[in-house]
């Protein structure tokens, strides 16, 4: 096993790895470090799930399996890149494109009816979502803004839309009916095993079974009534007309893999809710699926005229959308992974609640967030600035976040226990003795899900708080609402182990509304605050407050101490940037920024001196602190324009910057040596390095695939300085 491991996954930051990694492994070697590689990517997973249909030079190893298990040993030291969370659109286009490139893996079964598509199916869906973080996560978040970072967000502000208080903007959910005000929590007081079923008048149907708990486990349940939201989304649909604003869905459908899809196609159903009613059996015919979204839809029904004149009649009776992409027409209910909240909802309010309508003009928007759980994060963020004006980079503080998440902690919506209901009854979940645990009355279509926290991640989550607090001296609070099930269950861990610890008066415990205000109000006199999360806010949160502060969550400095010992070092929260890939493709360019695979690289190096006593790596990681603040002290961060700085570029600066911090430093002498002529060859090509990569900028290129895409193809893109690679080697 090598010393790091770093690993393979989708889309930008894949493409900015055929650049970096080859820097990483030439300049790691002379430190005797060595830097491996695990596949987690979308096609990589798809293609170890199959390996009975394909050939045998074809097969893949199942490295997120491998992964998982390395993660609970203490010789875990992981860099984890941010991966596809796929939707059902993205798993069946990459299935596509492995077919087309000779991987004879089955297709999506859409309506599995043999037992081989039922196998299928099942495969196909332990793909979805957030497939990879929950078996990587084996301990909590410890997610905040470098220092280097920040102090540059500081020095080099941001541009902030400007905050009206008679901007119509504002959050709507459901007032009742929804996930928040159905839930129900219990902590268990022994291990036991249990079973989920559907009791009705037809009788009883096991939704799952077998599902074991440990002693402590805070286990919740509840659901969101089909009715109330149908009722919910058309009179905001209504309301969004009356009030002039664009309608725009926010969800999480890729990590919530199962609830958000549904919901999301409840609202495509809504929003063209009379076609749906006039021809519904002629969509049903063609196969239409309203979760796969308007995009999907549309492209069943282009040939069907009728359909297709009342879907433009629809339209043009409804508000305007928020759109994905005016100028090609896609828009917010076109894909469900094309608008994820934690994204969409600080973009919108960076700039101002101003949402691109189909007009290609900015508008107010109604930002529909039908669940209450988290929604109050973004109405009061919204609020505050409607009172206050939009936030100053400049001078503001900063927000830290300390997330439950080990052991797939509040694993909501993506949990293998969250169901739509397929005929009306009681869900009772029944412990092995009988004991029924949670109980909810139920509709056809209602969406149902139960989640839990184990008691080991709850613990170590509230002292490692404790430890960052110390460590910081700033404000730290619990956003935890004592009149939420869920909440009151966590509560009930936190306040005595704060206590224990003579340290109670160092923390606040607020629910996540008041916690919001609280912590803008810290942040704008400058000061500093930890926000202490469950693992959806910790999600919500470590992209809006870095989106205001930094400009951008990619550059986030993400650790996970993991509960056995080892170490997971995540490159921010930055998505895996679809769009970044289709100007590379279109125009030779990469504005990927790699900041934050820069920030992970270093605390890697460090973890890996501390564990295993390798001074040679310490030095390594201190000089990449070094070119992380030369990249961002001289601005070679990648500029979003062709013709200008991409993040090929900014990967020479990075390696030359590392270069001569290892050449100059006096620890080793003989790190200091090997890297001396390194560094002078570097910046006596600097000219020709950079005509180099300025030259190829412009036309399109062919990587191969998009999913997969073919590594020499990828290489001779991400790599076209000959010059920067005889250098590196």
Same mark, same amino acid.
């Given at each position: 096993?090598?010393?790091?491991?770093?690993? =393979?996954? &989708?889309?930008?930051?894949?493409? !900015?790895?055929?650049?970096? %990694?080859?820097?990483?492994? *030439?300049?790691?070697? #002379? $430190?005797?470090?060595?830097?491996?590689?695990?596949?987690?990517?979308?096609?990589?997973?798809?293609?170890?799930?199959?390996?009975?249909?394909?050939?045998?030079?074809?097969?893949?190893?199942?490295?997120?399996?491998?992964?998982?298990?390395?993660?609970?040993?203490?010789?875990?030291?992981?860099?984890?890149?941010?991966?596809?969370?796929?939707?059902?659109?993205?798993?069946?286009?990459?299935?596509?494109?492995?077919?087309?490139?000779?991987?004879?893996?089955?297709?999506?079964?859409?309506?599995?009816?043999?037992?081989?598509?039922?196998?299928?199916?099942? =495969?196909? &869906?332990?793909?979805?979502?957030? !497939?990879?973080?929950?078996? %990587?996560?084996?301990?909590? *978040?410890?997610?905040? #803004? $470098?220092?280097?970072?920040?102090?540059?967000?500081?020095?080099?502000?941001?541009?902030?839309?400007?905050?009206?208080?008679?901007?119509?903007?504002?959050?709507?959910?459901?007032?009742?009916?929804?996930?928040?005000?159905?839930?129900?929590?219990?902590?268990?007081?022994?291990?036991?095993?249990?079973?989920?079923?559907?009791?009705?008048?037809?009788?009883?149907?096991?939704?799952?079974?077998?599902?074991?708990?440990?002693?402590?486990?805070?286990?919740?349940?509840?659901?969101?009534?089909?009715?109330?939201?149908?009722?919910?989304?058309?009179?905001?649909?209504?309301?969004?007309?009356?009030?002039?604003?664009?309608?725009?869905?926010?969800?999480?459908?890729?990590?919530?893999?199962?609830?958000?899809?549904?919901?999301?196609?409840?609202?495509?159903?809504?929003?063209?809710?009379?076609?749906?009613?006039?021809?519904?059996?002629?969509?049903?015919?063609?196969?239409?699926?309203?979760?796969?979204?308007?995009?999907?839809?549309?492209?069943?029904?282009?040939?069907?005229?009728?359909?297709?004149?009342?879907?433009?009649?629809?339209?043009?009776?409804?508000?305007?959308?928020?759109?994905?992409?005016?100028?090609?027409?896609?828009?917010?209910?076109?894909?469900?992974?094309?608008?994820?909240?934690?994204?969409?909802?600080?973009?919108?309010?960076?700039?101002?609640?101003?949402?691109?309508?189909?007009?290609?003009?900015?508008?107010?928007?109604?930002?529909?967030?039908?669940?209450?759980?988290?929604?109050?994060?973004?109405?009061?963020?919204?609020?505050?600035?409607?009172?206050?004006?939009?936030?100053?980079?400049?001078?503001?503080?900063?927000?830290?976040?300390?997330?439950?998440?080990?052991?797939?902690?509040?694993?909501?919506?993506?949990?293998?226990?969250?169901?739509?209901?397929?005929?009306?009854?009681?869900?009772?979940?029944?412990?092995?003795?009988?004991?029924?645990?949670?109980?909810?009355?139920?509709?056809?279509?209602?969406?149902?899900?139960?989640?839990?926290?184990?008691?080991?991640?709850?613990?170590?989550?509230?002292?490692?708080?404790?430890?960052?607090?110390?460590?910081?001296?700033?404000?730290?609070?619990?956003?935890?609402?004592?009149?939420?099930?869920?909440?009151?269950?966590?509560?009930?861990?936190?306040?005595?182990?704060?206590?224990?610890?003579?340290?109670?008066?160092?923390?606040?415990?607020?629910?996540?509304?008041?916690?919001?205000?609280?912590?803008?109000?810290?942040?704008?006199?400058?000061?500093?605050?930890?926000?202490?999360?469950?693992?959806?806010?910790?999600?919500?949160?470590?992209?809006?407050?870095?989106?205001?502060?930094?400009?951008?969550?990619?550059?986030?400095?993400?650790?996970?101490?993991?509960?056995?010992?080892?170490?997971?070092?995540?490159?921010?929260?930055?998505?895996?940037?679809?769009?970044?890939?289709?100007?590379?493709?279109?125009?030779?360019?990469?504005?990927?920024?790699?900041?934050?695979?820069?920030?992970?690289?270093?605390?890697?190096?460090?973890?890996?001196?501390?564990?295993?006593?390798?001074?040679?790596?310490?030095?390594?990681?201190?000089?990449?602190?070094?070119?992380?603040?030369?990249?961002?002290?001289?601005?070679?961060?990648?500029?979003?324009?062709?013709?200008?700085?991409?993040?090929?570029?900014?990967?020479?600066?990075?390696?030359?910057?590392?270069?001569?911090?290892?050449?100059?430093?006096?620890?080793?002498?003989?790190?200091?040596?090997?890297?001396?002529?390194?560094?002078?060859?570097?910046?006596?090509?600097?000219?020709?390095?950079?005509?180099?990569?300025?030259?190829?900028?412009?036309?399109?290129?062919?990587?191969?695939?998009?999913?997969?895409?073919?590594?020499?193809?990828?290489?001779?893109?991400?790599?076209?300085?000959?010059?920067?690679?005889?250098?590196?080697?």
């Amino acid at each position: 096993m090598s010393d790091i491991i770093y690993t =393979k996954v &989708d889309e930008a930051p894949e493409l !900015a790895s055929a650049s970096l %990694l080859p820097i990483i492994q *030439s300049f790691a070697a #002379a $430190a005797g470090v060595s830097v491996g590689t695990k596949d987690i990517s979308l096609a990589g997973r798809i293609l170890a799930a199959f390996p009975e249909h394909l050939k045998e030079d074809q097969r893949q190893s199942d490295d997120l399996a491998e992964l998982g298990r390395l993660v609970k040993t203490a010789e875990a030291n992981v860099i984890k890149l941010p991966n596809i969370s796929a939707s059902v659109p993205q798993l069946v286009a990459a299935i596509k494109e492995l077919q087309s490139q000779g991987y004879a893996i089955p297709d999506y079964p859409e309506a599995p009816a043999t037992d081989a598509e039922k196998d299928a199916r099942a =495969k196909y &869906d332990a793909l979805k979502g957030s !497939a990879v973080n929950p078996v %990587l996560r084996e301990g909590n *978040s410890d997610r905040r #803004a $470098a220092k280097a970072v920040k102090s540059f967000a500081q020095n080099n502000p941001h541009r902030m839309g400007d905050w009206t208080a008679d901007s119509k903007t504002h959050v709507s959910s459901m007032s009742g009916g929804d996930f928040f005000s159905n839930e129900v929590s219990a902590t268990l007081d022994k291990d036991t095993t249990a079973k989920i079923v559907l009791v009705s008048d037809e009788g009883e149907t096991v939704l799952k079974e077998g599902v074991s708990y440990p002693a402590g486990t805070v286990v919740d349940a509840t659901f969101m009534s089909a009715a109330a939201l149908k009722a919910f989304l058309a009179e905001q649909i209504e309301a969004t007309k009356d009030e002039g604003t664009l309608f725009s869905l926010h969800m999480k459908a890729t990590m919530m893999k199962v609830s958000d899809p549904i919901i999301f196609g409840h609202a495509v159903k809504a929003f063209l809710a009379p076609v749906f009613e006039k021809h519904a059996a002629a969509m049903a015919d063609l196969g239409v699926n309203p979760n796969a979204g308007l995009g999907d839809l549309l492209a069943r029904v282009k040939d069907n005229a009728a359909i297709m004149a009342d879907i433009d009649a629809c339209m043009a009776a409804r508000p305007p959308m928020y759109m994905v992409d005016s100028d090609k027409g896609i828009t917010n209910l076109h894909v469900s992974s094309d608008v994820i909240i934690d994204a969409s909802m600080p973009a919108l309010i960076r700039a101002g609640g101003k949402g691109w309508g189909p007009d290609g003009k900015e508008s107010d928007t109604n930002c529909v967030i039908p669940d209450n759980s988290y929604a109050p994060v973004y109405d009061e963020t919204i609020k505050f600035f409607k009172e206050n004006g939009k936030l100053n980079p400049a001078t503001a503080g900063t927000v830290q976040n300390i997330g439950l998440m080990a052991q797939k902690a509040e694993e909501y919506g993506s949990h293998p226990t969250t169901f739509e209901i397929p005929h009306a009854g009681t869900v009772k979940m029944i412990l092995d003795d009988g004991t029924v645990l949670h109980e909810h009355k139920v509709e056809a279509g209602d969406i149902w899900r139960s989640a839990s926290a184990r008691k080991a991640p709850i613990e170590d989550w509230v002292n490692l708080a404790i430890d960052r607090q110390k460590a910081e001296g700033c404000r730290a609070i619990f956003w935890l609402d004592a009149d939420r099930a869920h909440d009151a269950e966590l509560i009930a861990y936190v306040t005595p182990i704060l206590e224990a610890k003579g340290v109670a008066d160092k923390f606040e415990i607020m629910a996540p509304r008041e916690a919001t205000r609280a912590s803008f109000e810290t942040i704008t006199k400058g000061e500093n605050t930890i926000a202490i999360t469950g693992n959806v806010l910790r999600d919500y949160l470590t992209d809006l407050f870095p989106i205001l502060e930094l400009a951008t969550s990619a550059k986030m400095l993400s650790i996970v101490k993991l509960m056995n010992g080892g170490g997971l070092f995540e490159t921010g929260a930055g998505g895996s940037a679809p769009k970044h890939v289709q100007q590379l493709v279109e125009q030779n360019h990469l504005r990927w920024d790699s900041l934050g695979e820069f920030c992970a690289l270093g605390e890697s190096l460090t973890f890996l001196a501390d564990v295993k006593s390798n001074e040679k790596a310490r030095v390594l990681g201190k000089a990449v602190d070094a070119a992380t603040q030369g990249i961002l002290d001289n601005g070679r961060s990648p500029s979003r324009k062709v013709g200008e700085p991409d993040n090929r570029d900014s990967h020479y600066w990075f390696a030359r910057y590392w270069a001569e911090a290892l050449a100059a430093q006096s620890d080793d002498a003989e790190l200091a040596k090997h890297f001396g002529p390194i560094a002078e060859a570097l910046a006596a090509n600097e000219a020709a390095i950079l005509s180099e990569l300025a030259a190829v900028q412009g036309p399109a290129v062919d990587l191969g695939g998009y999913y997969k895409t073919d590594a020499a193809k990828t290489a001779a893109v991400m790599r076209p300085s000959k010059t920067l690679n005889d250098i590196i080697g």
